[in-house]
């Protein structure tokens, strides 16, 4: 009986960077940790997520989240990638696909996060559609899952740019400041990924 191909082996298969007008997609490295800091210490960014998206302790020392990414790329379990404008190689946020299910072609969560000084020029939607893409034709996925706190309205109008269905809510399922949030769970299915977005102006 033929072994299964290492979960590592396979994620590699997928060339990267992923390039776009004005994007590169590349795995994290030691010169993106400057804009990362700048990043988690901005608190528009976790309000708007509803609660920080690293640890402490990588919000301190952003190279451990370099290191702990290089780990789950090699051991094949998840993708995530620097955003980088092509235009100056800054990076300026993250996309990543979380929880590589190989038996059943299918990824638990697209993640994503821009920084605040570049919200709203379609940079989250440009990165999520070209990863989304290369994981159905290169990887073989067959479903992307996804999920946006209710009134996190930014997270929600990017999936639905790309074409992502809600398919439930997790009631209640997380409290910040006191208010109980429900987590809306949605579903991308190979073929139902829409076209490639408009981009503007690098
Ligand atoms: C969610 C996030 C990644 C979006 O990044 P972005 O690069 O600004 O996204 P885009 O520009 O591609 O699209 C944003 C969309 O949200 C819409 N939007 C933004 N704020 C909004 C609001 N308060 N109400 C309604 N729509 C809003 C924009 O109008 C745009 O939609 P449109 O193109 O139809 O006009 C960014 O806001 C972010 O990093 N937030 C914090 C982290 C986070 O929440 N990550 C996701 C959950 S883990």
Redesign the pocket.
């Known amino acids: 009986m033929r072994r299964p191909e290492p979960a590592g082996r396979r994620l590699a298969r997928l060339p990267l960077p992923i390039e776009t007008r004005r994007l590169r997609l590349r795995l994290p490295a030691a010169r993106d940790v400057p804009a990362l800091q700048a990043s988690f210490r901005d608190p528009r ?1 976790a309000r ?2 509803g609660a920080p ?1 690293h640890s402490a302790l990588e919000r301190r020392d952003p190279a451990r989240m370099v290191r702990r990414t290089a780990r789950e790329y090699r051991a094949g379990e998840h993708l995530s990638l620097s955003v980088v404008v092509r235009e100056g190689d800054r990076c300026v ?1 993250r996309v990543g696909l979380r929880g590589l299910d190989w038996n059943w072609r299918k990824v638990e969560s697209l ?4 920084d605040p000084g ?9 990165a999520s559609w070209a990863l989304c893409d290369a994981a159905f034709r290169r990887l073989g996925l067959r479903r992307i899952g996804s999920q ?1 706190l209710e009134p ?4 929600r ?2 999936l639905r ?1 790309l074409g992502f269905v809600e398919e439930g809510r997790e009631r209640e399922a997380v409290v910040v400041r006191g208010r109980a949030m429900d987590m809306l769970l949605f579903g991308l299915l190979r073929g139902e990924l829409r076209r490639p977005p408009a981009v503007g102006p690098p």
């Open positions: 960014t708007a997520a998206l946020g993640s994503y996060w821009v570049s919200w709203n020029r379609g940079l989250a939607t440009e946006a996190n309205l930014a997270s109008a990017v740019k």
